[in-house]
């Protein structure tokens, strides 16, 4: 899978199982038309956020 984080000028190719991981920090898929695609926010990651105060 193909990401770019903004900012970063080179894309970086990830594995299936690390994508998460990358767009937890930041970064977002490139879709095949060339368009980073939108982040969508789990309630398992929401639910993460506020047991350790970060919201």
């Not at 060339?34 to 309630?43: H, N, R, V, Y």
């Amino acid at each position: 899978m193909q990401m770019r984080h903004e900012g970063i000028e080179q894309e970086i190719e990830v594995s299936e199982a690390s994508v998460k991981h990358y767009e937890r920090a930041g970064w977002t898929r490139v879709g095949d038309d060339d368009q980073a695609l939108p982040l969508k926010e789990t309630a398992a990651a929401k639910g993460r956020r506020r047991e350790r105060g970060e919201n």
